[in-house]
């Protein structure tokens, strides 16, 4: 294995009776970047967080973190390691101060210095005015940063966060984004999940996707989207009685039969280059009289990635509201 | 570049431990989690009242209801044979919140983060059955001042001072019989009832409310006679009553080093497996 791997897993299976939860996973963190695992709910992310944080024994496979065994070296693996688990993992009688100092002393910290570092992590996850509340009255965000703060409390060069934005309005998200962001500028390695596929595309710096407990694709962003060799061009007609009539046009442009949601007049086309296309379907559809109220070139999303590995869409909650409820597309 | 530098430069606070470092651990960890434990009963004030209340009441009822009947069979102050009794009882009743705060501890989240720490591995339950003894031995003060508002009296300090400390080492040992039960039943619920429903055969039938020579039944009497709740019960009853009796006292300390014996590593052994499902 190459040594500049800081998290490695090979051939992971973990099965619950019948669940395959990991079926044969395999992945690797390159030392220093963030690796995204991306899958829909149930995919497995948490069984194999859960295994390589020393917190789940896999039924079989290798497992390396920082170049340790993570079987056979837990102790020394939980020393280099931070986490930050789906459920948060806070104590809800202790106030945040003395959640962070009590995790401070358990990673064995003179008491001066994690009074300290208890000060100073409040401090960056803006939890002050809360600090000496018991964390039972903390809302979701406040509860996520203090999760978050006392996963680093001992600067892990490891870092694994399991959803860190699930469950967290908009806003929140962007900020936390921020946060996770400058955790790793310094060079630590970070392991991801989530759900969003905008956040995979915004932090990580590789991708892994992985569905029923298989990876089913990876690269960077822009590899995955590259596979899909095409762009997207959405077109939303004025009258949507019209959109039979525009797919029939339209068709000649796309190797694939175009995507349609007749209700609200949507239609999204794949075609091989965007920029020639665009022009085309303005004059197509002006040369018939169809109207047209919106018209946007994009790039394939992830999203698209995902739906034409497995044919599935992915369940996204508030993160793209822009295609909500946009119609299926399945690539032949 | 390797990952040891890579490592490096990030300069974690710490470093790999060495045996001894892990070994002095499980006192400090265990320390930690204690305090937090004692926290958790310090900010819930109504649990350790009522904690208070039921043994002073037990006390009450039992000396003032059975106590005339009793006296008789005692043959002196029900009042110097019950509260050294009552108090065996309140401590074994003590322990059946280890099993509780445990299972409730194992179902909380909280327990992903100790168990992703580098910290020692007994320490969590540690931390809950020394903070469970703590809390038994305080209730146990309460009784003794509620004993002498009552007419209770010391034969001698020493050997009574003595006596209760055997009594707070009998429930420190029986916290890791109620530890290793809230890891076997892990839902809280069913710990409620887990917890108390061994103690309730121990505790009656044994010294601890009566002589043990009023119990007809051949078979019983010599269980209630020989079992540890029994043995420990007299000892301390001599002790608080000024007796010293070397081989009734060897015999309780190896009763409880027996059961610390057990049950310690079954508990430490349990919540490994539990904790990775
Ligand atoms: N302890 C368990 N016992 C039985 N089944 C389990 C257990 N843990 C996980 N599973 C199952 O394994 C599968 C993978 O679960 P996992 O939690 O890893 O998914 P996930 O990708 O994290 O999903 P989500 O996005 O919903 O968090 C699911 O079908 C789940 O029901
Ligand atoms: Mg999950």
């Known amino acids: 294995m190459p040594a500049n791997y800081a998290i490695i897993a090979e051939d992971v299976y973990k099965h619950f009776g019948d669940v395959k939860a990991l079926d044969g996973v395999s992945i690797a963190a390159e030392t220093g970047k963030v690796l995204g695992l991306l899958g829909p709910n149930g995919a497995g992310k948490t069984t194999l967080v859960r295994i390589l944080t020393t917190l789940l024994k896999p039924d079989r496979g290798q497992t390396q973190v920082g170049g340790l065994d993570v079987l056979r070296q837990k102790q020394q693996v939980r020393e280099i390691i931070g986490l930050a688990g789906q459920n948060t993992a806070i104590d809800e009688i202790l106030t945040g101060r003395e ?19 208890a000060q100073e992590l409040l401090e960056q996850f803006a939890l002050t005015d809360a600090a000496d509340r018991p964390a039972k009255t903390y809302s979701g965000g406040m509860r996520r940063r203090l999760d978050l703060a006392a996963s680093i409390v001992a600067r892990p060069s490891i870092l694994f966060l399991d959803e860190p934005t699930t469950g967290l309005d908009p806003r929140t998200r962007i900020a936390m984004w921020d946060t996770i962001r400058s955790l790793v500028s310094d060079g630590a390695t970070l392991l991801l999940t989530t759900q969003y596929l905008e956040e995979a595309d915004e932090l990580a710096d590789k991708i892994v996707v992985i569905d029923h407990g298989k990876v089913i694709a990876e ?22 009685h019209e959109t039979d009539k525009a797919v029939q046009l339209l ?23 965007g920029a020639q296309s665009i022009a085309e379907v303005v004059r197509l559809l002006d040369a018939e009289a169809v109207a047209i109220a919106e018209l946007n070139l994009r790039r394939p999303s992830l999203n698209d990635v995902f739906l034409s590995i497995t044919g599935e869409e992915i369940v996204e909650e508030e993160a793209k509201p822009k295609r909500r409820g946009f119609g299926r597309r399945r690539s032949a | 570049m390797t990952q040891q530098t890579a ?46 209340i039921q043994p002073v009441i037990f006390l009450l009822l039992f000396t003032y209801v059975f ?113 290793t039960i809230g890891l076997f039943v892990k839902d809280p619920e069913a710990a409620q009832v887990a917890g108390f429903i061994w103690l309730f055969p121990l505790t009656f039938a044994s010294s601890i409310f009566v002589p043990t020579a009023t119990m007809t039944e051949e078979w019983l009497r010599i269980f209630a006679e020989n079992q540890p709740v029994s043995v420990v019960a007299n000892t301390v009853r001599d002790l608080m009553t000024g007796t010293v009796n070397p081989d009734e006292i060897a015999l309780s300390l190896l009763w409880i080093a027996g059961i610390v014996a057990v049950f310690l590593p079954m508990a430490v052994w349990r919540y490994a497996r539990v904790a990775s499902r």
């Open chain 1, 99 to 117: 959640n962070l100092e009590m995790v401070s002393r358990l990673y064995h910290m003179p008491r001066p210095a994690a009074k300290r570092r």
């Open chain 2, 67 to 179: 106590g005339g009947a009793i006296r008789f069979s005692t043959g002196g102050d029900y009042i110097n044979f019950l509260l050294p009794g009552i108090i065996i009882q309140t401590i074994l009743f003590a322990s059946a919140n280890t099993t509780v705060g445990l299972s409730v501890d194992l179902s909380k989240g909280i327990i992903d983060r100790f168990r992703s720490l580098p910290m020692s591995r007994a320490a969590v339950l540690a931390g809950r059955t020394s903070a469970d003894t703590l809390r038994g031995a305080f209730t146990v003060l309460i009784m003794i001042v509620a004993g002498y508002i009552i007419g209770f009296r010391f034969e001698d300090w020493g050997s009574g001072i003595m006596g209760l400390l055997l009594a707070v080492a009998f429930g420190y040992a029986v916290t890791w019989i109620s530890a």
């Open chain 1, 251 to 273: 068709q000649p442009l796309s190797d694939e039969s175009p995507q349609a949601d007749e209700g609200r007049g949507h239609i999204s086309l794949a075609v091989g280059s």
């Open chain 2, 7 to 52: 490592s490096a430069a990030i300069s974690p606070v710490i470093s790999q431990s060495s045996a001894l470092q892990r070994f002095v651990w499980n006192f400090t960890d265990t320390f930690v989690v204690m305090r937090r434990n004692l926290y958790a009963y310090q900010r819930q004030p109504e649990l350790l009242v009522f904690a208070t």
């Open chain 1, 219 to 240: 690269g960077t962003a822009d590899e995955l989207k590259a596979n899909m060799a095409a762009d997207f061009i959405d077109i939303t007609v004025a009258n949507p």
